[in-house]
């Protein structure tokens, strides 16, 4: 009885698979992909009662300490900035812009007024791996920055002037056999800043350009055009009129 002796008894594999583990037919790249999930609960709350309780108001005339209002002002700062990226990024896909004042500051007995503030940016971008003679793989990735400002900028004061600064004195009584002085400090109330709107125009240039089959780029430099309405205010002392309110 005659038989026939398999290709793989010999150590080679069948033909077929011999195709698929030719490097020059076919390439075969692992890309690794992880899956993440995220787990969320809620329930519907039930509507709570209530019922209107009279309000108690003055009905004469009365001194109150009130926010007034100095000054509304917007003001342009242009910023550049020049951000370095972790890692070789392709593209960018998309920018979070979040404005903050950390310092809004009048001088006192001036007309000039201190801002400084930081720019946090969320920075969406794609970078490329895997890549091959077919095509390439994209993964998404973001990376948070934080971009300070200031500026110095004079003020109109289209509301109202702010309140005098009453210096402290200080008195020293002579003739007596022992040294002896009567010191009189006023705690001024200081101006303070309110930011009313802001409005970002930025445009980023990709510096550092990396060609690794496609190209990559390393930094970028920012160019932001800021925007700002801030109102300036002070606590004051008003006279409040009676107003009738039983109609």
């Known amino acids: 009885m005659s038989s ?20 020059k037919v076919m390439s075969i790249n692992k890309v690794r992909t992880e899956a993440i999930y995220v787990q969320s609960s809620s329930e519907t709350l039930a509507a709570a009662d209530n019922t209107p309780v009279p309000i108690t108001v ?22 550049e900035a020049r951000i370095d990226f972790p890692e070789p990024a392709a593209e960018i896909k998309s920018i979070d812009n979040r404005l903050k004042v950390t310092k809004c500051q009048l001088i006192q007995n001036t007309k000039t007024l201190f ?17 091959n003679m077919d095509g390439y793989c ?8 934080d971009i300070p400002f200031k500026c110095v900028t004079p003020v109109v004061f289209n509301g109202c002037e702010p309140a005098p600064v009453i210096p402290t004195t200080t008195t020293v009584l002579e003739n007596t056999p022992y040294f002896s002085q009567i010191s009189t400090e006023y705690f001024n109330q ?8 802001s409005r970002i125009v930025d445009f980023a240039e990709y510096t550092k350009p990396v060609r690794k089959k496609t190209i990559h780029f390393k930094s970028c430099k920012e160019k932001m055009s800021i925007s700002l309405t801030v109102r300036v205010l002070q606590s004051l002392q008003a006279a409040i009129p009676a107003q009738d309110i039983t109609d």
């Not at 926010?67 to 700062?77: D, G």
């Not at 994209?138 to 948070?144: D, L, Q, R």
């Open 4 to 23: 026939t002796i398999h290709d793989s008894a010999r150590g080679q594999p069948p033909p077929i698979a011999n195709y698929w583990l030719n490097k």
């Open 58 to 79: 003055l009905t004469t005339d009365v001194v109150g300490k009130v926010p007034i209002v100095l000054a509304e002002i917007s003001v342009q700062i242009n910023v």
């Open 115 to 131: 801002i400084e503030g930081v720019i946090g940016k969320n920075i969406y971008y794609i970078k490329k791996s895997a890549v």
């Open 138 to 145: 994209e993964s998404a990735k973001h990376c948070s920055v």
């Open 190 to 197: 200081m101006p303070y800043c309110e930011l009313v709107s």
